[in-house]
């Protein structure tokens, strides 16, 4: 299983990504913003690119069997 997580850097993507860590699932980390590598034994993928770009995120989504959505600017007005 694939589950994509847009927004992985932020805190909520970080709080999430060792949450949904399982051997049977690959996290697929979605952001702008620099991210931890992969720990020991973790199966991720990183991928640094926009969620306003579409062929970033058909590229990304290509797979997936879930997506938790958090790209966003949480501290807009």
Do not use: F, K
Not at 8 to 28: D, F, H, I, K, W
């Amino acid at each position: 299983m694939i589950v994509l997580i847009t927004g992985s850097a932020g805190r909520v993507g970080q709080l999430l990504r060792p949450r949904l860590a399982s051997p049977a699932r690959t996290l697929r980390l979605l952001d702008v913003a620099e991210q931890a590598p992969p720990g020991p034994g973790e199966d991720v993928e990183i991928v640094t690119a926009s969620i306003t770009d579409p062929a970033a995120m058909a590229a990304a989504c290509r797979g997936v069997d879930a997506i938790v959505h958090l790209g966003g600017l949480s501290t807009e007005a």
